[in-house]
């Protein structure tokens, strides 16, 4: 059954993959290749796609599946689906409510949304649509009290953990953006540093502008020893966003974070890395349970969401197309395509013989060929 994106938006969708091309229709070519492209060969980007393939699903039956629990929690929060919204940039740019509608939209859905901090509207006006859970994703700043503020702003405003994203001492070579000059447009700022000066791009005669703001305000110097600041400056949770390896999964460990993020940065930062999935095991087997372990990079399917779940994933993060459904029906279609992925992953549970997530363990799953 096609699920209608929004009562104001006349427009139908069978599954994800169906927004992308929508979404390319509707925007600027700038902005639909910053959102969907990736670095360099975009080898990573495809990867985090083919590695769901490379996983069959074991199927039990005769199990009562008449009655199905998505339910679970993150970080002791209630969430009606192990299905978040990831961190992305500049919601202003594909829907005139922007972040607005996101939140509004993932709060409708009843899960979670990670707010970014490179967003076009600050963390408070975010906040103030109302008490849905969130957390804030950190970038750290060359400026220490630029970030130490970001911080203390997020607490204050009543988000849950802080999300500290670790793969990006450098920004990963996108080619589209160079090419297209990628800025943003005039009367579009980073909200979250308006406060700082820090909300304006800076102008260059060739290449991203955004790729040139990284290089000057970012830190490039982050170690294990700033994780240990945070976690001393923060009162909120610290989740690790951008692990990749069982070795740096059990420095995570080590440093009593909460929780980390399986993540390539959706193949934008290093090119030609396993795609998030690859690694999620090693991983997971890192932790030995001692926190908890989320995933993002390409979840498209609710049978995607599944089998991740069984490697040992607690939850799974979707970026893209959040905001392919903003794009084309605001807070209506973001919450269309939470409700599209939750309902087939409740018919793979279905299918599967596991009515409860509890029951989704590695004996789903097996190596496909």
């Known amino acids: 059954m096609q699920q209608p994106i929004a009562d104001h938006v006349a427009l139908?969708?069978?599954n994800l993959a169906e927004l992308e091309d929508l979404a390319r229709a509707k925007l600027e070519r700038a902005t639909f290749d910053y959102i969907a492209g990736g670095a360099d060969d975009e080898v990573s980007l495809r990867r985090n796609r083919e590695a769901y393939g490379k996983w069959a699903l074991r199927p039990r039956v005769l199990v009562d599946v008449s009655k199905r629990d998505t339910s679970t929690t993150v970080l002791g929060t209630n969430v009606s689906m192990p299905i978040l919204v990831a961190p992305t940039s500049f919601h202003g740019l594909v829907h005139p409510q922007g972040e607005i509608a996101t939140a509004t939209g993932t709060a409708a859905a009843g899960t979670?949304?990670?707010?970014?901090?490179?967003g076009t509207t600050s963390l408070e006006e975010i906040a103030a649509t109302g008490p849905a859970p969130r957390w804030?994703?950190?970038?750290?700043?060359?400026?220490?009290?630029?970030?130490?503020?970001?911080?203390?702003?997020?607490?204050?405003?009543?988000?849950?953990?802080?999300?500290l994203t670790v793969d990006t001492p450098l920004l990963g070579r996108r080619e589209k953006d160079e090419r297209n000059r990628f800025t943003l447009p005039a009367?579009?700022?980073?909200a979250n540093l308006k406060r700082a000066g820090l909300e304006g791009m800076p102008k260059v005669e060739d290449g991203s502008a955004f790729a040139k703001y990284v290089t000057d305000f970012l830190d490039p110097s982050l170690t294990w020893n700033e994780v240990d600041w945070l976690k001393r400056l923060s009162p909120l949770p610290v989740v690790l966003k951008g692990i990749m390896t069982a070795e740096d999964a059990k420095l995570a460990a080590d440093h009593e974070v909460d929780g980390i993020i399986v993540s390539n940065h959706g193949g934008r930062q290093l090119d030609s890395t396993l795609g998030s999935l690859d690694a999620l095991p090693e991983v997971v087997a890192a932790v030995k349970g001692r926190l908890e372990v989320y995933i993002d990079g390409g979840i498209r399917r609710g049978t995607d969401v599944l089998k991740a779940l069984a490697?040992?994933?607690?939850?799974?993060?979707?970026?893209?197309?959040?905001?392919?459904?903003l794009t084309l029906g605001g807070s209506d279609g973001v919450r269309a395509v939470l409700d599209r992925l939750r309902t087939e992953l409740g018919l793979a549970m279905g299918l599967t013989g596991r009515p409860t997530l509890k029951e989704i363990d590695a004996s789903l799953i097996q190596r496909a060929g």
């Open 187 to 190: 009367g579009f700022g980073i």
């Open 136 to 163: 804030f994703q950190l970038y750290v700043y060359r400026d220490r009290k630029v970030t130490e503020d970001l911080v203390r702003r997020a607490a204050k405003a009543g988000y849950r953990a802080i999300c």
């Open 12 to 14: 139908t969708f069978a």
């Open 112 to 118: 979670l949304m990670v707010v970014s901090t490179i």
């Open 311 to 325: 490697l040992g994933a607690k939850a799974v993060l979707v970026g893209r197309p959040i905001l392919w459904g």
